[in-house]
């Protein structure tokens, strides 16, 4: 099983981000565990994505801490959040389509030989490296590293990105709505991949808007509506008509099924 | 295993960028080969393309790179002749020895290249504009200097023997020095970007400049780097014309501006960047060259080859286009339970 340590790898206390008086996020508060994935919930605008800004280096927040293994951390760029082993996969994974596996694989720190100005790319190791390690993430298809990443099918993509974080050894792995560009196959085979980060010992933040994908895999959720976190619990504390309801806001759904309701009633009195 | 794979396994080939440069390349030497006849096959012939894709190389090669990292640099032209301009003022003029007018020339490269890395990377501008607006201002300048020192266009150098008998003259009647130094800028724009990992870090520039600078990469001197490089290929160039032809040529180099783009797309980049390779621009530049020249060896007026250089260079980015398609489509086709 998961490694369930006691104290968050990574918090956020009291985050507020304002842009030009707009708050994007309103005092959040949020802990996250080596060994756990955090299921991000909330429907669009209300703040995913500016907390994961936070959190991976883009946006520096406007009042309130970040800490990394319990001491105050102030992340000036990504590469800052990126050294101690925050990664970020983006929607579409590999963003290089017309990069191999194996060059893309090693963007930012590729593997080199030889010495002095004839120091050069060591093409064959990274190859070689790039598809052992998606191999290891259960994607057997992906034999040769020369192969372009835009040729890859969604979930490889995702795979590549996430075997490229586990490889270099992230600690915190955020995914931002990994399985909403996939089929029903493929986000069944990245939410296989999570687990097997989880079970290395890798925090995963999850965001997506999907609530059966949250729930497959979730230990720790947080719903965020307008820029403030509405609601945080635990597996299981929840049911996913509560967290459906939620996400979208609570009373506009139950407005809208009212309305539903009165417009179907309409439909069937014409029959 | 590269080598094995090349032979046996076509698709491969098909997918590699510079496979619609070599296509057209051959296209047009067939082309000409065929309607030029023997004398465009003799060495008068051949040398005559090749000096021109050479002269064009030394530009377009270094250009690439500024391509497919997703910038253009239009400045080319401006810089060339600015740099051939302080060449002849400084070696001819003021009678320097021939080593201070190169390495003047070599600075107006390298200053003009600075100029528009740091403009373009700090205000963020498209290097369209930023570059578009240096080569006006260089051009200006250029013309206003030498009209203030000398009274006119004109700057006449006569180079000493060490530049002159290498980059200022026709071996064996033929064939310009400026085909070896082409080789040299093929072999090290190659290696940079086959071989180091600042190839990889180039394409990635182009692919996706926001990703890139999340891993780390440093996005700004890079750019910069690659525009100082696109420079100093224009200062080479504008070094060899100064010295096969004793003066400064200062109308000579608003053509090379387009002429290196068109190779370049020729070659297999793509206008968007993060797609390319120097052999595909060498073989652009060879396909531009046997166009211009293979033309008169025709007996057609020469007017058509601009008509064959349009439609070359459509039928490219609409290939390059096709091309970029197989690339994606990964070329193992197995039939897959979906």
Redesign the interface.
Same mark, same amino acid.
């Given at each position: 099983m998961a490694k369930q340590t006691e104290k968050p790898i990574f918090s956020l206390q009291n985050v507020t981000k304002d842009f030009a008086g707009y708050k994007a996020l309103n005092d959040v508060s949020l802990e996250v565990y080596p060994g756990q994935v955090l299921c991000l919930l909330g429907d669009n605008g209300a703040g995913k994505s500016t907390l994961i800004k936070v959190l991976?280096g883009?946006h520096r927040p406007t009042s309130g801490t970040v800490q990394w293994e319990g001491e105050d951390v102030d992340f000036r760029s990504?590469?800052d959040a990126?050294?101690r082993g925050v990664a970020?996969v983006?929607q579409f994974g590999g *963003?290089?389509?017309?990069?191999s596996i194996g %060059?893309?694989f090693?963007?930012?720190?590729?593997p *080199?030989k030889g010495w002095g100005p004839f120091? %050069?790319?060591d093409k064959k190791y990274a190859n070689e490296t790039a598809v052992r390690e998606m191999q290891a993430l259960g994607i057997t298809r992906v034999t040769d590293g020369?192969?372009?990443i835009?040729?890859?099918s969604g979930g490889e993509r995702q795979a590549s990105a996430i075997a490229r974080a586990v490889h270099f050894g992230a600690k915190v792995l955020i995914l931002d709505e990994p399985t909403a560009a996939l089929g029903v196959k493929e986000a069944t085979h990245v939410l296989r991949i999570i687990m097997q980060a989880k079970h290395k010992g890798i925090a995963v933040i999850l965001v997506t808007h999907n609530v059966s994908h949250a729930l497959t895999v979730g230990d720790h959720f947080a719903v965020l509506i307008r820029g403030e976190k509405a609601d945080d619990f635990k597996k299981g504390e929840r049911t996913r008509e509560q967290i459906t309801d939620l996400m979208a806001g609570g009373e506009a759904m139950a407005e809208l099924e009212a309305e539903l309701s009165t417009l179907t009633g309409v439909i069937n009195k014409i029959h | 295993m590269a080598a094995q794979k090349q032979i046996f396994d076509v698709r491969?080939l098909l997918r590699r960028p510079e496979f619609g440069a070599f296509v057209s390349a051959l296209f047009v030497f067939i082309f000409f080969a065929i309607f030029g006849g023997a004398e465009f096959l003799g060495p008068g012939g051949l040398s005559s393309s090749l000096n021109i894709a050479a002269e064009l190389g030394l530009i377009a090669l270094p250009v690439a790179l500024v391509m497919i990292a997703g910038d253009l640099d239009l400045s080319v032209g401006s810089t060339m002749m600015a740099s051939a301009v302080v060449m002849a003022l400084l070696s001819g003029t003021y009678g320097l020895p021939t080593i201070v007018g190169v390495l003047g020339a070599l600075a107006v490269g390298v200053v003009a290249g600075f100029l528009n890395g740091i403009i373009t990377t700090k205000t963020n501008l498209p290097s369209f504009v930023v570059t578009l607006a240096i080569s006006f201002a260089t051009s200006g300048l250029a013309f206003g200097v030498i009209r203030l020192l000398t009274g006119t266009l004109q700057a006449d150098v006569t180079p000493e023997p060490w530049l002159k008998d290498t980059l200022g003259t026709l071996f064996f009647n033929n064939w310009e020095g400026a085909i070896g130094l082409f080789i040299l800028v093929a072999a090290i724009v190659s290696w940079i970007l086959?071989?180091?990992?600042y190839?990889?870090?180039i394409?990635?520039i182009g692919?996706?400049v926001i990703?890139?600078?999340?891993?780390?990469?440093p996005v700004d001197r890079v750019r910069i780097a690659l525009f100082i490089g696109s420079g100093i290929g224009s200062a080479l160039l504008g070094i060899v014309q100064t010295a096969m032809y004793n003066s400064a040529q200062v109308g000579a180099g608003s053509s090379f501006v387009f002429n290196s783009i068109i190779a370049v797309v020729i070659g297999g980049v793509?206008l968007t960047g993060?797609?390319g390779s120097p052999v595909g621009v060498v073989l652009g530049c060879l396909t531009f060259a046997i166009v211009g020249q293979g033309i008169y060896y025709t007996g057609w007026e020469s007017d058509w080859a601009l008509l064959f250089i349009g439609t070359l260079l459509l039928a490219a980015v609409l290939s390059n286009n096709t091309f970029?398609r197989l690339?994606?489509?990964?070329?193992r086709k197995k039939k897959e339970a979906k």
């Open positions: 991976s883009f990504p590469k990126n050294d970020t983006h *963003t290089f389509p017309l990069m %060059r893309s090693f963007v930012g720190l590729e *080199t120091k %050069r790319f020369e192969r372009l835009g040729s890859l | 491969s086959y071989k180091t990992k190839g990889n870090w394409y990635a692919g996706d990703s890139a600078k999340a891993t780390g990469i793509l993060g797609y970029r690339a994606l489509g990964g070329g």
